[in-house]
């Protein structure tokens, strides 16, 4: 039995190294910090509130003579308060220990790596104190309190304005009361004694120390900057906007500072601050910046990310939240800008016609990759009988179209300004009601954007093999597709069930009509940019308005054209979350010839969603 229950340690161990090793791996990217430590000859009991990049404590204590580490392992709760300082008492408690690799018993090591807010017990054989400074990624998770005992544990402070311990827990009834003042607190000494403090001894952060929690508590500190879900901040994809909890515990007010540990002057964050008719104003967020807090409130902050501010699409950094009386909080913080990418994208040059627009893409236009759903908003049309005549230039670009002799296909060509012809236009006037127009676009890896007809969204399975031990690994990910031909719908899965079949989801506009179901445009898809294109439906077109089989004047209709152009407007002064990056609006402009012998003008606005990031259609 005694061999069975050593393997089962043994098992659990392994397990719990792993899953740690995997975590760090994941912590590994994310934003990091400094903690300084200092060792003093001697047991020293340790705080830790960063995670090492490699948290394997052969590589934290590389260099540092150290006779052995402990940690207690117990996950059920806290250990007992071992007074006695020796390997024999703390192995008798359940303790896991390590010791260098190089001595005979490392064999016997039960602890293998650091975690973050966790305390140590280290015996450190140097014959001088020794300060190591560590890199690592801060948690805004804290270890529960186990009621009724005595908890090994540090505390969140700041390093400048050490807070009293009779100040720091003053605020919580599991910590101190009135009648019977602070609880019982023991600190190591440099002699290796445990020592009870003074109400006014000052905490100091890395330092662990003995607590007693009377009755069960979630108290952190007399000020707590925490989000409202997860151990920090992560705006993933599809999160534009995350909360931070400012709660003051105390009986006064405190201005909460958030200073920005990682990037100051390049951070891509704002918050939102309620306006009286209930509306958020959204603004660029300082460091320092400064919030108050009134006693015994908690004031949600809203927190949120502009990607277009972001110089790469990763930004890392930490926040540091304190409240000038001692207490002190670090948010780690992620925030991803997703870019389908494209082989060649970068390099590709993009032909519209015969106009070649003789350049790679920006990283801004690179950045809105993928399907763009919205609506066109038309409230102004021209008068065809009144009205000045206005040159045909649609948003910004001064437009030509080409007729190939062969084919009969128009195409839209950018001419400069000394060559611009004169078309007679009237000038759009305001109608007494709107339409609207539904718009669906597609940007590929090349910057290169489409008008759709209709696009069809499916799912292609991934792929996967078998390894020399016969285990199944995947090759290929799972991935969506846009199809704008339907023939290649065979090839692929549906991504939503109908009387439990998959099929895929269609979207489609009923506002234009080409044959090929797409229609490149010219120009930049991106904030103040514009992007202009040619809708051609010639006289034999099967769905010509003006061609009817049945009837003999009507076997063939009259020449069709819609020039269509989008001008993206500049981010506004108050502009919501995600905008530029997952919104864009802006004005819309079309011009029509053939429908009478002055071209209509049609104008209004628009606004667009990103509802995917496929950089490829149909495949």
Not at 209 to 237: H, K, Q, T
Not at 268 to 285: F, I, T, V
Request: net charge neutral; glycine share 10%; charged share 15%.
């Amino acid at each position: 039995m005694k061999i069975i229950a050593s393997l089962r340690r043994l098992r659990n161990l392994v397990l719990c190294s792993m899953i740690l090793s995997w975590v760090s791996q994941f912590l590994q990217a994310s934003p990091a910090t400094t903690q300084v430590i200092t060792l003093k000859p001697g047991w020293n009991a340790v705080h830790f509130d960063v995670l090492p990049p490699n948290p394997d404590l052969d590589a934290v204590f590389d260099g540092v003579p150290l006779d052995s580490v402990w940690a207690y392992g117990n996950g059920l709760g806290s250990p007992d308060f071992v007074q006695e300082l020796t390997e024999q008492t703390l192995a008798k408690a359940g303790w896991f220990s390590w010791v260098p690799t190089n001595r005979v018993d490392a064999f016997q090591n039960s602890l293998f790596q650091i975690q973050v807010n966790q305390s140590y017990l280290i015996r450190y054989t140097g014959t001088n104190a020794r300060t190591l400074s560590f890199v690592g990624t801060p948690t805004t998770r804290q270890p529960k309190w186990l009621p009724d005992s005595y908890n090994f544990r540090g505390l969140s402070v700041d390093p400048a304005i050490p807070p009293t311990f009779l100040k720091f827990f003053g605020p919580s009834p599991a910590h101190y009361s009135a009648s019977a003042g602070l609880n019982a607190i023991f600190r190591l000494d440099p002699s290796g004694v445990w020592q009870r403090v003074a109400p006014t001894d000052l905490v100091r952060r890395g330092e662990a120390y003995w607590i007693y929690c009377r009755g069960g508590s979630d108290y952190v500190a007399p000020f707590v900057a925490a989000p409202e879900l997860g151990d920090g901040f992560v705006f993933n994809s599809g999160t534009d906007e995350l909360v931070l909890n400012f709660r003051n515990s105390g009986t006064s007010g405190v201005n909460a500072t958030v200073t920005d540990l990682g990037a100051p002057t390049a951070n891509p964050l704002w918050y939102g601050e309620r306006q009286s008719n209930l509306s958020l104003l959204w603004q660029s967020l300082p460091s320092p910046w400064v919030k108050a807090v009134p006693a015994g409130t908690t004031v949600p902050v809203r927190i949120s990310v502009r990607r277009t501010d972001m110089k790469a699409n990763l930004f890392e950094t930490v926040l540091e939240v304190t409240d000038g009386l001692g207490s002190r909080q670090l948010v780690p913080m992620t925030v991803f800008r997703p870019v389908a990418a494209t082989a060649g994208a970068s390099t590709n040059r993009r032909k519209i016609g015969s106009a070649d627009l003789g350049k790679p893409p920006s990283a801004e236009v690179s950045s809105h990759v993928g399907l763009w759903v919205g609506v066109a908003t038309v409230n102004a049309v021209s008068e065809a009988h009144s009205g000045p005549l206005i040159t045909n230039v649609v948003m910004g670009f001064t437009i030509q179209l080409e007729t190939n002799a062969t084919t009969g296909k128009v195409t839209t060509n950018r001419i400069p300004n000394s060559l611009t012809r004169t078309s007679p236009s009237m000038a759009p006037t305001p109608t007494g009601s709107e339409f609207n127009l539904r718009l669906l676009l597609h940007v590929d890896g090349n910057g290169q954007t489409r008008l759709l007809k209709q696009v069809i969204e499916m799912w292609q399975d991934g792929t996967s093999t078998n390894d020399v031990d016969g285990n199944s690994v995947l090759v290929t990910p799972g991935h969506y597709v846009l199809l704008t031909d339907d023939s290649l719908i065979g090839q692929f899965t549906g991504v939503s069930a109908r009387d439990g079949v998959p099929v895929g989801r269609r979207l489609s506009t009923a506002g234009f009509d080409f044959a090929d179901n797409e229609l490149p445009l010219a120009g930049d898809f991106a904030i103040g940019s514009s992007v202009v294109g040619t809708n051609t439906m010639s006289e034999t077109f099967q769905r010509n308005p003006f061609k009817h089989r049945y009837h003999p004047d009507h076997q063939k209709g009259y020449d069709i054209t819609r020039v269509i152009g989008l001008q993206f407007s500049g981010t506004p002064t108050n502009a919501p979350p995600g905008y530029g990056e997952r919104v864009l609006d802006g004005l819309y402009r079309e011009t029509v010839t053939g429908l009478h012998r002055t071209n209509i003008v049609v104008g209004g606005t628009f606004r667009l969603n990103r509802i995917a990031t496929t950089a490829v259609l149909n495949q």
